[in-house]
C-alpha cells in the first residue's frame, strides 16, 4: 500500500441487521474532494455482491426501526453547515429518504422506540449568536471571529475535535419520525451533558448517560438516569461504581451496560465490564483483571442465550457471549463467536443471526455472518494494491516479564531497515487488525515493530496500571524487549532503526532518543507529551490525567517529562503536530523543537493546519497523504 492507495480504501463500519436485511455504512477517503464519502450498502446474506443502498455524501449509522419497516440514519451532505448531520428515513422496501430534523450543529444517532414509530437522539444545541446562529431574531449571525467571549468556569470545558462544551451542551430529543408535520422535542434543557439515550421497554422513558450529579462539579463519573416522554424532571435510575457506557435493555427489562470501577480521578487504564441493573440490583457480570470491553464496536446485545459484546484479547478484539447469570466471569469461560486473531469493529445481531465487520493485518474490514462466512470483499482493491500480513513477537524484559507485539515485514530477503511504531493510550495496543501506517511503511521497505509494553490494553487490567506513576520505567524496558526480539530476526537490520509514535508513542519516541538514542538513527516523535507541567493545563484531559498518571508532585513529573532530557538527545528528530491539537497541544511540540535547535539538534518541526489529534485516523484526506510523503521522505533520509 503505497500514500496515494489511500484512495483504494473501502471501509466498512455500523451496520444494522433486522431478519434478511443486513446494512453497512462503507467510508472511502476521497483525494480529490478532501473529504470522506460513503453511504449504506445492503449485503446480501446468500452471498451476493453488496449493493449501494443510499447516494448521499455520506450516510452512515442505520438503525432499523424493531418492526423492520424502517430504516433511520445520519446524512451528512456538502461543507459549512450542511456538513452537520441529520436523521433521515426511509421504508426499508425501498424509496427516497426523508430528512427528519433540521438542527444548527446536526443529530446525534438515531434509536428507535419500541412502537417503530418515534426516535430519540441528542443533538448539540448552541447559545444564541454562536456556531452560526443569530443572536436577536431578525439580525445576521455573527461570524466566528466576532462572536461574544466565553466565559469559562469549569476545567472540563473543551475537547478535542469536539470543541468548546459549555455553550452547546448536548440535548436529548424525542421526534415521531414517521410524521412530516412533527417537530424534535427536547426532554432536557442543556443545563448538562446527555449521552447514548435508549427507550425502556414499554416506551415511555428514555434512559441516558450523564455525568454524577448532572456535572455539579467536575467529575469522571457518570450514572444512568431516565426521564418521562411526557417531560418533567430526569430521575437517577442507577448509580454506578464508576461510569456507565453504552445502556441497554434486554428481553426481561434488565439494563444492561459497559462501565468501568473506580475513585476519584483515577479512572486510567480500567477494564470496561459489563453490567446489568434489574430489581435485584446491580451486579459487574465479567471480571475486573481479564473481560475490557470494546465500546468502540457498539453496544452490547442481550438475547435469550446471552449478552453478546466485543472485547479486547492480546491485540484481538473478539465477539463474545456471556451468560446472562454471570458474576465476575473470567475471559477464558466466555465462548469465542468471532475474532480470534482479528479486530470485530462492529456487530448487529437480530434472532439467531449475528454479523459483524472484521479486520485482520490485509484488510480493513469485511462483513461476516456467523455460520456463513464472509460475505463482502470491500479490500480487494488494497489487496491488489499490495499488502502485508502481520506476524506475532514476544520479547522478555529484563525482569523476566513477557511482553508481545507484532512485525509487519516488507517484500525480499533484507536486510531492511527497521521502524519501531509505538502506540498511543497508553491504554491502547497494537492489534491484528488492518493497520495504515504499518502497510505503507512496509510497502516502502521497512520492517515495522509493533510493541505492547506494559501500559497497553487488552492484556489485563494489572498490566495497563503497572505504568501508572512510572512512565519511562518497566514500559521503555518493554518496548527495547519486543524490538530485541524483532533484530534476532537475519533479515532485519540491526543497524539501521528508526522509532517512531504518536500521543503515548511520541512521548515514547522523545523518552528514546534520550535515553537509548545510540540504538537508533533518527526519532518522528507526533502529537507527542512532553513537558508534564503544562499539559495539566493545556490539555482538554490535563486537569485529570496529568495526576492520575503521574501523581502530584511536580518533581515526579519533571522527572517523568521527555523535555527535561531534551539535552541528551542528539539523533536527527522530527517533532510534528496539528495546529488545532486541545489532546496534546501544540505547546508541547514547540517546546521539544526550540530546546533541540537551541541544542543544536538537527531538528524540524511540521506542523498540520486546522488538524487535531486524530490526522493520522480521520483527519482531511490530502494532510494524510501529505504526512505519509512526509515520512517516507524523513526515513528515506536517515535509514535509506
Given at each position: ?588 511540540a514547540q517546546r521539544m523543537f526550540v530546546a533541540l535547535k537551541r541544542n543544536g539538534v538537527d531538528a524540524e518541526m511540521l506542523v498540520f493546519p486546522g488538524e487535531g489529534h486524530e490526522l493520522t485516523r480521520s483527519g482531511k484526506p490530502r494532510h494524510r497523504h501529505q504526512r505519509f510523503d512526509a515520512v517516507l521522505e524523513w526515513w528515506s533520509r536517515h535509514l535509506g
Open positions: 500500500m503505497r500514500p496515494d492507495d489511500l484512495k483504494l480504501l473501502s471501509v466498512p463500519g455500523p451496520l444494522a441487521l433486522h431478519g434478511d436485511l443486513l446494512l453497512v455504512t462503507v467510508t472511502s477517503p476521497d483525494l480529490a474532494a478532501n473529504a470522506y464519502r460513503g453511504g449504506l450498502h445492503r449485503v446480501p446474506l446468500d452471498g451476493g455482491d453488496p449493493v449501494r443502498w443510499t447516494w448521499g455524501d455520506r450516510d452512515f449509522a442505520p438503525r432499523v426501526s424493531p418492526d423492520g419497516r424502517w430504516v433511520a440514519f445520519l446524512r451528512s451532505s456538502g461543507t459549512g453547515k450542511a456538513a452537520a448531520p441529520q436523521v433521515h428515513v426511509l421504508p426499508t422496501g425501498g424509496g427516497e429518504p426523508r430528512r427528519v430534523t433540521d438542527l444548527p450543529l446536526g443529530a446525534g444517532v438515531p434509536v428507535w422506540a419500541p412502537d417503530s414509530r418515534r426516535i430519540a437522539f441528542t443533538a448539540h444545541v448552541p447559545e444564541p449568536g454562536r456556531y452560526g446562529t443569530t443572536a436577536v431574531e431578525g439580525e445576521d449571525a455573527p461570524t466566528p471571529d466576532a462572536e461574544a467571549p466565553r466565559r469559562i468556569t469549569r476545567l472540563d470545558y473543551r475537547v478535542d475535535d469536539i470543541g468548546f462544551l459549555g455553550d452547546r451542551e448536548p440535548r436529548l430529543h424525542v421526534l415521531d419520525a414517521l410524521d412530516p408535520e412533527a417537530k424534535p422535542v427536547e426532554l432536557t434543557d442543556g443545563r448538562f451533558a446527555v449521552a447514548e439515550p435508549t427507550w425502556t421497554p414499554d416506551g415511555a422513558r428514555v434512559v441516558f448517560v450523564a455525568d454524577r450529579d448532572f456535572g455539579t462539579p467536575e467529575t469522571l463519573h457518570s450514572d444512568l438516569f431516565s426521564v418521562s416522554t411526557d417531560g418533567g424532571e430526569p430521575e437517577l435510575l442507577v448509580r454506578t461504581e464508576g461510569n456507565a457506557v453504552l445502556p441497554v435493555h434486554g428481553p426481561d427489562g434488565t439494563l444492561y451496560f459497559y462501565g468501568g470501577e473506580y475513585t476519584g480521578i483515577h479512572s486510567v487504564a480500567r477494564n470496561l465490564g459489563l453490567w446489568a441493573h434489574s430489581a435485584a440490583g446491580l451486579r459487574r457480570l465479567t471480571d475486573v483483571e481479564t473481560v475490557d470491553c470494546e465500546r468502540a464496536a457498539g453496544t452490547a446485545v442481550p438475547t435469550e442465550s446471552g449478552v453478546v459484546v466485543a472485547v479486547r484479547n492480546r491485540g484481538a478484539v473478539e465477539l463474545r457471549r456471556v451468560p446472562l447469570d454471570a458474576s465476575g466471569a473470567v475471559l477464558a469461560d466466555l465462548e469465542v463467536l468471532t475474532g480470534e486473531n482479528a479486530e470485530v469493529k462492529a456487530f448487529g445481531v437480530h434472532g439467531d443471526r449475528i454479523a459483524a465487520v472484521v479486520s485482520t493485518s490485509d484488510n480493513p474490514g469485511e462483513v461476516e455472518l456467523l455460520g456463513s462466512g464472509v460475505l463482502t470483499d470491500f479490500a480487494g482493491p488494497v489487496r491488489e494494491a499490495g499488502v502485508h500480513p502481520s506476524v506475532e513477537l514476544t520479547g522478555t524484559a529484563p525482569d523476566g516479564y513477557p511482553v508481545h507485539g507484532f512485525l509487519v515485514l516488507p517484500e525480499g530477503e533484507g536486510p531492511h531497515p527497521v521502524l519501531l511504531a509505538v502506540h498511543g493510550g497508553p491504554f491502547m495496543y497494537h492489534g491484528h487488525g488492518f493497520f495504515d501506517e504499518a502497510q505503507v511503511y512496509a510497502s516502502a521497505g521497512y520492517a515495522v515493530v509493533l510493541p505492547n509494553p506494559r501500559g497497553s490494553a487488552g492484556y489485563g487490567q494489572e498490566h495497563g496500571q503497572t505504568v501508572v506513576g512510572a512512565f519511562g520505567t518497566v514500559d521503555v524496558d518493554d518496548v527495547l524487549a519486543v524490538l530485541d526480539a524483532a533484530l534476532e530476526r537475519p533479515e532485519l537490520d540491526a543497524d539501521r532503526v528508526g522509532v517512531m509514535g504518536g500521543s503515548y508513542g511520541g512521548f515514547m519516541t522523545s523518552w528514546l532518543a534520550a535515553h537509548h538514542g545510540e540504538r537508533f538513527r533518527a526519532g518522528w516523535s507526533e502529537r507527542a507529551v512532553n513537558a508534564w507541567d503544562s499539559f495539566g493545563g493545556s490539555s482538554d484531559i490535563g486537569w485529570f490525567f496529568v495526576d492520575a498518571y503521574c501523581g502530584a508532585d511536580p518533581a515526579k513529573q519533571h522527572a517523568m517529562s521527555p523535555l527535561t532530557y531534551a539535552e541528551k538527545i542528539s539523533m536527527p528528530f522530527a517533532v510534528v503536530h496539528s495546529e488545532h491539537d486541545w489532546r496534546c497541544p501544540l505547546e508541547q
